[in-house]
């Protein structure tokens, strides 16, 4: 096994695996908040927290399914390098689209156009439409927003290094079950 593809395609999923997790725990606190209170600050961001969510499972589940994979040995169709690769490219797809959608859709740049102590009409701080946001969800949104970039980030770089590591790898791709003028 190359020394490069041994230690840095496990880290780097783990990462990816991580940064999901915390992804998914936001989100799914966001979601629950926004369903308990039926306050959404528009029908756009309740579908792309959805959509974050999505994003979250997909990248967990597969995420976690491929570093054991690696750490395993396994030689099988999904454990191949054509199927991570085709994996990462949706992936980074799906993260780019939902983080590019929710900068276009979230208001308020850093948060600190928001004052902490700002006059509130009946509870509602008088924010720029459609969003009526406090400090603490415009900033749990901002995270959302840059977790979501950072997994962007990090699928394209694994998948520029699984890439480079197949262009630059002397290994022939035939599983160890194969025997060549059998």
């Not at 725990?25 to 999505?54: C, M």
């Not at 993260?95 to 740049?109: D, F, P, S, Y």
Request: glycine fraction near 8%.
């Amino acid at each position: 096994m190359p020394y490069i593809k041994a230690h840095y395609h496990p880290f780097l999923f783990i990462l990816i695996t991580m940064c999901a997790m915390a992804e998914l725990g936001l989100t799914a606190y966001l979601i629950s908040v926004g369903n308990e209170s039926r306050n959404w600050p528009s029908a756009r961001y309740h579908s792309l927290l959805i959509l974050f969510e999505f994003n979250a499972v997909w990248t967990t589940l597969f995420g976690a399914a491929y570093m054991l994979w690696i750490v395993d040995g396994a030689v099988h169709f999904l454990a191949s390098i054509a199927s991570s690769i085709i994996w990462l490219a949706i992936t980074s797809a799906l993260w780019g689209a939902a983080a590019g959608m929710m900068h276009n859709t979230r208001a308020g740049g850093d948060c600190n156009w928001i004052s902490s102590s700002s006059t509130s009409i009946n509870g509602v701080l008088p924010c720029d439409p459609p969003q009526e946001l406090s400090v603490s969800s415009c900033r749990e949104t901002l995270t959302v927003e840059a977790v979501g970039w950072v997994l962007f980030g990090l699928c394209v770089l694994t998948l520029v290094a699984t890439c480079m590591w197949v262009r630059t790898s002397k290994r022939g791709y035939v599983s160890a079950g194969y025997k060549p003028g059998m």
